[in-house]
């Protein structure tokens, strides 16, 4: 090669690595703006109930990627980020740079069943929707189901469905007058006993069960250091009976 061609290479050459040291000169200042710029300083969490908005934070925001506000972005508008149990979706938005709001959007979970071991909660149609050791404060325990086969994502196999429209409505009312049973017992016939310690209190099969649950509210702190039943089985708007029958000690 003539001696001009070896300088005309060198030249090229030098070209090259001062191209590539002004774009690193660009970049590093530019990768060091979006670590610091982006870094998560506040979080806005809302529509969460079955974890608090720290727990939420906690398991979003995971390691020193994660807490980069423009990665987290991306990282749930793009990628498939980890699933946290009893929530369908996170929304991530971002409100600034160091600023970031998480929309938690949660499954209709209405109650939950115990078996072998494991609390398998299901929605309002009574899909199995989660499988957790854990038991959700909020969350009742539902008893006296009977099915024939238990499988995630799937319908619980109950002989009469309507089962589920009843558990949704009971849910929604002890929900609606701040009633928290430790357990919701469905009996023959879909009768119903709501559990509170020692105390049962039974509603019975027909109907009123708004009323019943109504006049339950007014009644609870009755319920305290009792044990027995309550009927309310033929309790309407016309007969207010009501009895309590002791526990035999």
Known sequence: MSEHGKNQKERYRGRGLLAAAVLVLVLLPAGFLAVTLFQIREVEVTGNSFYSSQEIQDRVITDRYTSNSLYLYLKYHYLEPEEVPFVDKIEVTLLGPGKVRLRVYEKSV????????????FDKDGVVVESSSEVKEG??????????????????????????????????LVKKYELAPDRIEFGQNQELTLHFGQVRVALGNSGFLEEKVGRLHDLYGDLEGKSGVFHMENYTEDSKFISFEKDKE
């Open 110 to 121: 209405v109650g939950y069943v115990s078996y072998m071991g494991a609390n398998l909660y």
């Open 139 to 172: 969350i009742p325990c539902i008893d006296g189901l009977q099915f024939q086969s238990l499988t995630l994502y799937q319908k619980l196999a109950v002989a009469d469905e309507s089962v589920f429209e009843r558990i949704l409505n009971i849910t929604q």
